[in-house]
């Protein structure tokens, strides 16, 4: 309770010396550079110069932040990965050695690829469908809500509620996990689903899916209602069919956003690391690069070495889609 | 647009949906029905049979002989195996292994002489000629079908015991001023690269854009180095609640910048300039008009940073720590996940505890969500 009145009084305290920095800032630059007073040429230069120098107050905080907390630990990640496990010492491309010949980084490579072909693609899939579906109903709402609402959930809170999906009890006793017990009722043989390698890195992507889906539907589903009537009209009078008005009408129109939602989902999945974590903690072949990078932050008091140099794979993987959305946004601001 | 509404093909259309919503609610429902069920009952039969009475097999101990009254020159033991959860036994056992050796009302005899009688509504009774001895209480294994019985006890368990409400405080704690921060920070800088001119800014701007993808794995390493550096030079602790603040902030901020500038951008320029003319200063203007009206992208982005760094586990882990003091929700469940897997009563309270602050936000500011999400994603003024 107590940190709570301290985390209380730093917020205020921080909104505060937020609101002198700004305000203070901004006075001290006018008490420099007064806009009236002299004569009016002084005046003007004043003007200009303080306009020169106000954008950088208005950036400054934040610049700081994104240099000290972004920036920077890029290029310091980069040195890192070419360091031993302290940081200190040079060691040239041993770390990168040490990975590529490492069983468990390999698996880790090969199950990240596996995550980045399934879930962005079934995410999509089942988001264009769901909106394209619920587009027609009346309750239509209703169910988008609901198919919305694991995005509210943690990573780890999934990793629960999907736990207890595939619970695993002997086969003489009753299944209490749904999956289990559905497999029973048709006459199978009860599993434990996570602790079968390969086939477990599958259940482990469901609950991506599962969470993901809801994202892909809502920005679908807008870029669906952004299509314009009359052409749909238009395709119908043409005498198009239902298929034929959706894989070759709407799919193109929106396929700018097909891409960004796939793209959006695809960094996510790079990054997933809670629920491997929480589910199987990379054991029985699961593992994949985030988990196995944190394991090696902390491994035997940590290696900054080779955690770097993982995070480093990871980075890579990022950087096409991240010239690819640069590219866009400054395309998209000569368009303004 | 295709189909008139009683058309099959309308049918299959509201069939699948449904299929869909209730592939995608039922495990959501399947952990808050089951953190409401009695734990004796969870563990033994499926959640979706909640409602109807199960059979257990359950193994009682009888209180031992200090329990023991004297009457009529006998010594009685009696008590009831189904304690007061009501119910019925169809059979018992005095060894776990055969739950249904005698049938309700019937006797059998024990050591030295002594008789154990169990009743079908649980009602038991131990009956010795001599005084008993020993220090443990008999065993009694029977069947019994239980009626449902839904109980709060999993979350006051969890509550207390388990370390989830201090870690509920610690998540309030982190969340709160993680998101208010960033705001504060990333609102004045979205004006700048929307209203200002200024060489460097269409750089600051591409930059902005590429750090939201930069993986948090990258930052990792380094800040820890600076915050264990930092904490040995002034001799304080290196994982601070304000450093997680800090942390979560700078990770924020390329989104709020982009999220809250993007929308800044899409103002009328006429209000701008007309303040302009009147005199206003860069400062006056964002505080008075523009802060005012970014107030939709600034509540969106506030739920996003919400979300985020209360579902959030490896910035906690990190920059917090895993001691027992400093857990925070997620961090908790992970280790619960661990040290209880088998404890579902546990599991599922706490889970929900998790989720339920989430979940809340979520329905009740759902509008702000998805305008922050197509704000975000699909590109817009």
């Not at chain 2, 601070?240 to 709020?256: D, N, Q, S, V």
Request: glycine content about 10%; some cysteine.
């Amino acid at each position: 309770m107590q940190q709570l009145l301290y985390a209380i009084f730093t917020m205020v305290a921080g909104v505060i010396g937020c609101a002198i920095y700004f305000f203070g800032s901004n006075f001290i630059l006018d008490m420099i550079f007064p806009s009236n007073g002299g004569d009016a040429a002084k005046a003007g230069r004043n003007i200009r110069r303080a306009n020169m120098i106000r954008p950088w107050l208005f950036l400054g905080p934040a610049l700081i932040a994104l240099v000290l907390y972004l920036v920077y630990p890029v290029f310091d990640s980069i040195r890192l990965s070419f360091s031993d496990r302290t940081g200190t010492h040079f060691v040239g491309l041993s770390n990168y050695i040490w990975m590529f010949g490492d069983a468990q980084f390999r698996e880790s490579i090969l199950n990240n690829l596996m995550w980045l072909l399934v879930v962005p693609a079934a995410a999509t899939f089942f988001g264009l469908l769901i909106a394209v579906l619920t587009d027609r109903i009346w309750w239509g709402n209703i169910a988008k809500s609901l198919i919305f609402m694991p995005m509210a959930i943690s990573f780890v809170g999934a990793a629960v509620i999907w736990k207890f999906v595939y619970d695993y009890r002997d086969a003489a006793t009753a299944q209490i996990g749904i999956l289990n017990a559905i497999v029973v009722w048709f006459g199978g043989e009860p599993h434990a689903w996570i602790t079968i390698p390969f086939w477990n890195n599958f259940f482990l992507m469901a609950i991506l899916v599962w969470i993901q889906t809801g994202f892909a539907m809502v920005i679908l589903s807008a870029a669906l209602r952004g299509i314009p009537e009359e052409t749909i009209e238009a395709a119908v009078i043409d005498g198009a069919n239902g298929f034929q008005i959706f894989f070759k009408i709407m799919v193109p129109q929106i396929w700018g956003t097909i891409a960004v939602v796939w793209t959006t989902i695809t960094i996510l999945v790079l990054k997933v690391f809670d629920v491997v974590l929480a589910m199987t903690n990379g054991q029985w072949q699961s593992q994949v690069l985030a988990n196995l990078m944190f394991d090696w932050m902390f491994r035997g008091g940590g290696d900054f070495g080779r955690g770097a140099a993982i995070a480093i794979v990871i980075m890579v993987l990022v950087i096409p889609i991240m010239i690819w959305n640069i590219r866009n946004a400054r395309k998209e601001m000569e368009g303004h | 647009m295709t189909g008139t509404k009683n058309s099959p093909l309308m049918w299959v259309v509201h069939l699948s949906v449904l299929l869909i919503v209730v592939l995608w609610t039922l495990p959501t429902a399947g952990l808050l029905i089951s953190s409401l069920r009695d734990k004796n009952q969870l563990a033994s039969s499926g959640w979706w049979t909640a409602l109807s009475t199960s059979t257990q097999n359950v193994v009682f101990r009888a209180p031992g002989p200090e329990a023991q009254v004297e009457t009529d020159g006998k010594f009685v033991i009696a008590g009831n195996v189904l304690g007061n959860r009501g119910g019925q036994v169809s059979a018992w056992g005095t060894t776990p292994t055969k739950p249904s050796e005698f049938q309700p009302g019937q006797s059998s005899t024990l050591r030295e002489g002594s008789t154990l009688t169990v009743q079908s509504d649980g009602a038991f009774e131990i009956v010795s000629p001599t005084k008993l001895e020993g220090n443990r209480g008999q065993r009694i294994a029977f069947v019994a079908s239980i009626p449902p019985r839904f109980t709060l006890d999993n979350y006051r368990e969890v509550l207390s015991a388990q370390g989830i409400g201090s870690s509920f405080i610690n998540s309030l704690t982190v969340a709160i001023p993680s998101t208010v921060i960033p705001i504060l920070v990333a609102a004045f800088a979205a004006y700048a690269l929307a209203w200002m001119k200024f060489p460097g800014r269409a750089l600051i701007i591409a930059m902005v854009v590429g750090l939201l993808v930069v993986p948090l794995q990258m930052s990792l390493i380094p800040l820890l180095k600076i915050y264990n550096g930092v904490g040995e030079i002034f001799g304080v602790p290196s994982k601070t609640y304000l450093g997680i603040w800090l942390a979560h902030t700078g990770f924020g901020l390329p989104l709020a910048i982009y999220l809250l500038r993007n929308y800044m951008a899409g103002l009328p320029r006429e209000i701008m300039e007309s303040a302009r003319v009147d005199g206003a200063t860069d400062f006056e203007i964002f505080l008075k008009i523009v802060l005012p009206l970014s107030f939709p992208a600034l509540a969106s982005f506030a739920i996003f940073q919400f979300l985020w760094t209360w579902n959030d586990l490896l910035v906690a882990m990190v920059f917090l720590g895993a001691g027992n003091e400093e857990l925070v929700l997620t961090g908790r469940l992970v280790n619960l996940l661990g040290s209880r897997g088998g404890n579902w009563e546990i599991l599922t309270a706490s889970a929900f505890i998790t989720i339920v602050v989430p979940l809340l936000v979520f329905f009740t500011l759902q509008r702000f969500l998805v305008r922050g999400l197509l704000a975000g994603s699909v590109k817009g003024g």
